[in-house]
């Protein structure tokens, strides 16, 4: 990958917003190479950006010029950035520019700016990077500038309008609004609804990760749900074969071991893997089996701690020496391809990949119903159990169920390939660049032209 670093600090006036922006509401030509920024606020190995990474690389590879434009260029994913991309890191500016520039950007927001933004006691620490964000899009002028998580999608609506060019914007939501802004421990991400019913409707394209999660949006913004298109998101890719073939170094995966139950995912309250281990307690009650969870915490210090908090759990359940914990690995499939059953346990999500990738190596799976995603992914329980939330004793149950009575690989490869890359990719570039038929009959360049006009004016 190639990395430049820059300041980008001049912003526009906004005399020329709306002309702009009824600009980028033109359709264009999908197949016709276009320069596209995808916004990621690191290179951590978390879900939301191992799928905003991957529709990067399918975008490169179908020959559009795609920067990475970062505001923390180091994490996992790091040595994954493929070398045709170009990573763009941002400089940070003060706090206080980074407060006041949204106001600057929209003053007619003044009321829903108030309490997540302006009055804030902590607001987004993203928001410094708002500034080189806008500088960023002046300069390069890309045709397209593509994020995900309501602050960086804030954050773009900002910057382009800051910077009055005529860039497309597609914004989008990975994870339930309702799980993580109305109870969230951030009190200003509890005021946020209003602030993202108004500034969303700024950018030319929503979308949702799940359809469950374009209604849970509308729900609790007010965003009129037809504004908002559901696309999955691009999980299944030409190399997950590949992947889930090569050798793996884990003992317990070894022919001849007792069948290994698989979790895979961040270390954090979200994925619920404590419940997990109560149900793994209670499987290896009655018979012989081991679970391996992947994954780290935001940093090496909380990952050691939850590591901790979860070897703790299992000691107290006397299954200790049974279950492992061996932190990120950056090929989880080939751990998928050997293990006898994978378990979603999380409590919510957007459209969870690891589910899906885990099908597309074959292996069986149980999960929780959890909004949103995993009932879209299993059809109602078609490809696997659904069971309900924080419920150990109906996960033992179901994971005892599937070890005896496994669907065959090949039907649980087919449903995968649903949800693969090239699916996902088409239709981000229908949607942000041709006249796709969308679900409610209208057309992308209906809803563009509708939303670009009323940028200034929500």
């Known amino acids: 990958m190639t990395s430049t670093a820059a300041a980008w600090d001049r912003v526009d006036d906004g005399a020329s917003r709306t002309r702009v922006e009824a600009e980028a509401a033109l359709p264009r030509d999908p197949d016709a190479r276009q320069r596209i920024a995808v916004l990621m606020p690191d290179l951590g190995?978390?879900?939301?950006?191992?799928?905003t990474l991957s529709l990067a690389a399918a975008l490169s590879a179908r020959g559009h010029e795609v920067d990475i434009v970062v505001y923390q260029p180091a994490g996992e994913l790091e040595p994954m950035v493929p070398p045709q991309l170009r990573v763009r890191h941002l400089r940070p500016s003060s706090r206080l520019r980074g407060r006041l520039l949204p106001l600057v950007a929209d003053p007619g927001a003044?009321?829903?700016?108030?309490?997540?933004?302006?009055?804030?006691?902590?607001?987004?620490?993203?928001?410094?990077?708002?500034?080189?964000?806008?500088?960023?899009?002046?300069?390069?002028?890309?045709?397209a500038l593509l994020a995900a998580a309501p602050h960086q999608n804030l954050e773009a609506v900002w910057a382009r309008r800051l910077a009055g060019v005529p860039t497309r914007l597609l914004i989008s939501e990975r994870t339930v609004p309702s799980q993580i802004l109305p109870a969230s421990p951030m009190w200003r991400n509890r005021f946020l609804p209003p602030l993202m019913r108004r500034a969303y409707q700024q950018a030319d394209v929503i979308v949702a990760v799940s359809k469950a999660l374009a209604e849970d949006l509308a729900a609790v913004t007010g965003i009129p749900r037809p504004r908002i298109t559901a696309i999955y998101n691009p999980v299944v890719g030409p190399?997950?074969?590949?992947?889930?073939?090569?050798?793996?170094?884990?003992?317990?995966?070894?022919?001849?071991?007792?069948?290994?139950?698989?979790?895979?995912?961040?270390?954090?309250?979200?994925?619920?893997?404590?419940?997990?281990?109560?149900?793994?307690?209670?499987?290896?009650?009655?018979?012989?089996?081991?679970?391996?969870?992947?994954?780290a915490a935001k940093d090496a210090a909380k990952t050691?701690?939850?590591?901790?908090e979860l070897s703790t759990l299992a000691r107290q359940l006397g299954v200790a020496e049974h279950v492992d914990a061996p932190g990120f690995t950056a090929n989880p499939f080939a751990y998928m391809a050997r293990a006898a059953l994978f378990v979603l346990s999380s409590r919510y999500e957007g459209l969870p990949g690891v589910l899906i990738q885990a099908m597309a190596t074959g292996c069986p799976v149980?999960?929780?119903?959890?909004?949103?995603?995993?009932?879209?992914i299993l059809e109602g329980g078609r490809w696997g159990p659904l069971v309900p939330v924080g419920d150990h004793a109906g996960i033992a149950a179901a994971i005892a169920g599937v070890l005896d009575h496994p669907l065959p690989p090949e039907l649980l490869k087919r449903r995968a390939r649903e949800f693969s890359v090239e699916r996902a990719v088409q239709r981000y570039l229908e949607v942000l660049f041709g006249e796709s038929s969308l679900a409610d009959g209208s057309t992308t360049a209906d809803r563009s032209s509708s939303a670009g006009a009323g940028a200034t004016s929500v």
């Open 304 to 308: 050691e701690l939850r590591r901790g």
């Open 45 to 51: 190995g978390g879900g939301v950006q191992k799928m």
């Open 366 to 376: 149980v999960s929780t119903d959890c909004p949103s995603g995993p009932r879209e």
């Open 239 to 295: 190399d997950i074969e590949a992947l889930a073939a090569e050798p793996v170094d884990h003992p317990w995966f070894a022919p001849g071991q007792p069948p290994v139950i698989l979790g895979v995912g961040r270390l954090s309250d979200q994925k619920d893997f404590a419940t997990l281990i109560r149900a793994f307690a209670k499987v290896r009650a009655t018979r012989e089996a081991r679970l391996v969870i992947f994954g």
């Open 110 to 143: 003044m009321g829903q700016l108030l309490l997540p933004v302006l009055l804030a006691r902590k607001p987004a620490p993203t928001l410094v990077y708002l500034r080189a964000l806008a500088g960023y899009l002046r300069e390069r002028r890309p045709d």
